[in-house]
């Protein structure tokens, strides 16, 4: 799988937007583009995922970059529940691949 | 309808005794994926199987750890003779197989070893 780059860190206020950025600029045409977040003490859970499109759910919005070696994942109103770390993860379709984990963003969300 | 159901959820043993860890997957999935996470460390991948098959397990660890999903039952991840360096917490993941199979993973299992 390409590999995909994002910030350790970010700090957002509680109730605001929060953009996390993935760079993977060896993205090939199969791939998918997924977010997982993984609260503390808890397993990873699906947020989101993305070909070409941005995509809306009910738990957050991911935008794609048009010639699409990057993306962001938009939460609208950061809530303290949202504190976790976030990955991006690419992905081929098929029943097989397994997701490969890099470091993701740690973010903290402030009161 | 039940999410991927993994018990116990703590587990201490001693060093030199087997760990038995279960999973239940999604109702209607018949993938199941295990992955471990070290202290400190990032998920790693080590065990894809299907019912009654194993898949890949490129990331299993030579020796004395196995995993089965037989017909009727859960997942089990079976490390024998555990170490200090075994404890960790093991997060196991379902898929339908089909489509962009994308994974629900359960709660885990936070193993510490003694």
């Known amino acids: 799988d390409a590999k995909t780059t994002q910030p350790n860190s970010m700090e957002s206020n509680e109730e605001e937007p929060v953009h996390l950025p993935c760079n993977h600029s060896?993205?090939?045409?199969?791939?998918?583009i997924h977010w997982y977040r993984q609260l503390p003490s808890q397993g990873p859970e699906y947020v989101i995922h993305?070909?070409?499109s941005n995509v809306n759910n009910r738990m957050a919005s991911l935008a794609i970059a048009e010639d699409r070696k990057s993306s962001t994942l938009i939460l609208h109103r950061a809530t303290l529940r949202d504190a976790a770390v976030y990955y991006c993860?690419?992905?081929?379709?098929?029943?097989?691949?397994?997701?490969?984990f890099g470091g993701g963003t740690r973010l903290m969300v402030k009161p | 309808n039940a999410g991927v159901m993994q018990n116990p959820r703590h587990l201490v043993r001693r060093r030199g005794q087997e760990a038995r860890l279960r999973c239940s997957p999604m109702?209607?999935?018949?993938?199941v994926y295990w992955y471990r996470q070290l202290p400190e460390e990032g998920l790693k991948f080590m065990v894809y199987?299907?019912?009654?098959?194993?898949?890949?397990e490129s990331g299993m660890p030579k020796e004395r750890f196995s995993a089965e999903f037989p017909k009727e039952g859960p997942s089990i991840l079976r490390i024998q003779q555990v170490v200090r360096g075994d404890s960790a917490a093991y997060f196991c993941?379902?898929?339908?197989?089909?489509?962009?199979?994308?994974?629900?993973f359960g709660a885990g299992t936070r193993l510490s070893v003694l």
């Open positions: 993941a379902s898929s339908p197989g089909q489509g962009l199979n994308i994974q629900y």
């Open positions: 060896t993205i090939s045409g199969t791939d998918y």
């Open positions: 993305g070909l070409t």
């Open positions: 993860i690419l992905k081929m379709v098929g029943a097989g691949n397994m997701l490969t």
């Open positions: 109702k209607g999935h018949s993938h």
């Open positions: 199987l299907q019912k009654e098959n194993i898949i890949d």
